[in-house]
Every structure is written in structure tokens, then in C-alpha cells.
């Protein structure tokens, strides 16, 4: 049994091109207008954010707070170390309730962090708080849960 090769019941019409192609005019509906203008707003939206976002983390990491008529506390900081990440999310749950503590993180990956680490003679996943003045007032380290966290707040703070 063979097979025949099946006919296209469509024929191709051979393409000639006389000269350029021919463009529509672009049309403004109002689907495309309703689209560009969502993208504009998710873009406007997004750099806000990113923009938010970087203002925020410069604020973090500046360390020029020590000393200047607040008490701070600033965590010796490994972005890739996950004990130091844990007690950042320990830190930031507490930090809400003392709004007169400045919260100050020093990356060791950076200068000026690794610098402060050294100065201070500790590694990450470490806790310093320093008060109004920026005398160092007592050291913490390694992981704290939220409540040793609180509690080494609450000891340090009353004097």
C-alpha cells in the first residue's frame, strides 16, 4: 500500500514585492491607551519604590548617628550569613518599640563596616549599643531571640 502525498486544498500565492513594504498608520485605541498608561504607572510606581528603597538602606548603613544625642544600636552585619539575618529579623520586630533608639546596621563586606568591626574588636552576628553620647555601652553576641533582644535593650537602656 502506498501512500499518496496529500494536495493543500490552499495554494500558496508566490509573494512579489513591486517595491517597500507598506505600514499601517499606528492607530490610537482606547485598549492601547489604557495599556500605555498602565505601564506608565507601574513604571513610575517602580521607581518610587527602588528609590525608597535605596534612601532607606543609605540610612541603615550610616554610621555617623553614633553620637549624636540618641542612643543607637548597630548589628555587625554578613548579608550572606544566615545567623545574621536571623537577628536582624529579631531586631526589626523589636526595634518598633523603642522609636528614641536609632537602629544602624555595619555590613563587614563594606570599608567602613569592616572598619567598625575592627575598631570595635568583633565579628558578625553581633549587637553594639552605643549611647547618646557614642560611648559604647555593652556588646552582644551571637544570635538573640526577640526577647533577648528586648531584654538587652530594656538592662542597658535604664541607666
Same mark, same amino acid.
Given at each position: 500500500?502506498?501512500?499518496?502525498?496529500?494536495?493543500?486544498?490552499?495554494?500558496? @500565492?508566490?509573494?512579489?514585492?513591486?517595491?517597500?513594504?507598506?505600514? @499601517?498608520?499606528?492607530?490610537?485605541?482606547?485598549? @492601547?491607551?489604557?495599556?500605555?498608561?498602565?505601564?506608565?504607572?507601574?513604571?513610575?510606581?517602580?521607581?518610587?519604590? /527602588?528609590?525608597?528603597?535605596? =534612601?532607606?538602606? =543609605?540610612?541603615?548603613?550610616?554610621?555617623?548617628?553614633?553620637? &549624636?544625642?540618641?542612643? /543607637?544600636?548597630? &548589628?555587625?552585619?554578613?548579608?550572606?550569613?544566615?545567623?545574621?539575618?536571623?537577628?536582624?529579623?529579631?531586631?526589626?520586630?523589636?526595634?518598633?518599640?523603642?522609636?528614641? /533608639?536609632?537602629?544602624?546596621?555595619?555590613?563587614?563586606?563594606?570599608?567602613?563596616?569592616?572598619?567598625?568591626?575592627?575598631?570595635?574588636? /568583633?565579628?558578625?552576628?553581633?549587637?553594639?549599643?552605643?549611647?547618646?553620647?557614642?560611648?559604647?555601652?555593652?556588646?552582644?553576641?551571637?544570635?538573640?531571640?526577640?526577647? =533577648?533582644?528586648?531584654?538587652?535593650?530594656?538592662?542597658?537602656?535604664?541607666?
Amino acid at each position: 500500500m502506498s501512500r499518496k502525498p496529500r494536495k493543500s486544498k490552499k495554494t500558496k @500565492k508566490p509573494q512579489t514585492r513591486s517595491g517597500p513594504r507598506q505600514r @499601517k498608520p499606528f492607530k490610537l485605541t482606547r485598549r @492601547k491607551f489604557v495599556s500605555i498608561g498602565v505601564f506608565a504607572l507601574v513604571g513610575v510606581l517602580a521607581f518610587f519604590g /527602588v528609590n525608597a528603597y535605596i =534612601e532607606k538602606q =543609605e540610612v541603615l548603613h550610616d554610621l555617623s548617628a553614633i553620637g &549624636q544625642g540618641r542612643p /543607637v544600636l548597630v &548589628q555587625v552585619h554578613d548579608p550572606k550569613c544566615s545567623m545574621c539575618q536571623r537577628l536582624l529579623s529579631s531586631v526589626d520586630r523589636v526595634m518598633p518599640d523603642y522609636p528614641d /533608639v536609632d537602629f544602624r546596621i555595619a555590613n563587614i563586606n563594606v570599608p567602613s563596616g569592616n572598619g567598625f568591626a575592627r575598631r570595635h574588636s /568583633v565579628g558578625n552576628v553581633t549587637l553594639i549599643l552605643f549611647d547618646a553620647r557614642g560611648n559604647k555601652v555593652d556588646t552582644g553576641i551571637g544570635f538573640q531571640s526577640d526577647d =533577648e533582644v528586648r531584654s538587652f535593650l530594656e538592662t542597658n537602656l535604664k541607666g
